[in-house]
């Protein structure tokens, strides 16, 4: 049985938000974990699938892409501040 159409956007949306959300390191995946709950007013208490999957397909088409692409700048503004503190901490090191 196919997916209804709003939920196709938003399963591949969730899938790549949980991709790169997995590679953050996991001293960092609860902080983003909070941040997404935080943002999303608690309606993704556990960035786990089901839960995204439904959030974002509830919207506005154009307002899940946004939040889409919003999640993944969060999460690559925390890989770089993961890279940024790593290379203070050689920097430190170095001196």
Do not use: Y
């Not at 196709?8 to 609860?30: D, F, G, N, V, Y």
């Not at 919207?59 to 790593?86: G, H, K, Y």
């Amino acid at each position: 049985m196919p997916l209804p159409s709003n939920l196709k956007p938003a399963c591949a949306q969730t899938a790549r938000i949980l991709s790169q959300a997995e590679r953050l390191p996991p001293t960092l995946q609860p902080v983003f974990a909070t941040w997404l709950a935080r943002h999303a007013g608690r309606a993704v208490s556990n960035p786990g699938k089901s839960a995204l999957i439904d959030w974002l397909a509830g919207m506005d088409p154009a307002r899940a892409e946004a939040e889409f692409n919003l999640i993944l700048s969060e999460i690559a503004w925390l890989e770089l501040v993961t890279e940024s503190t790593q290379i203070e901490t050689l920097q430190k090191e170095a001196l």
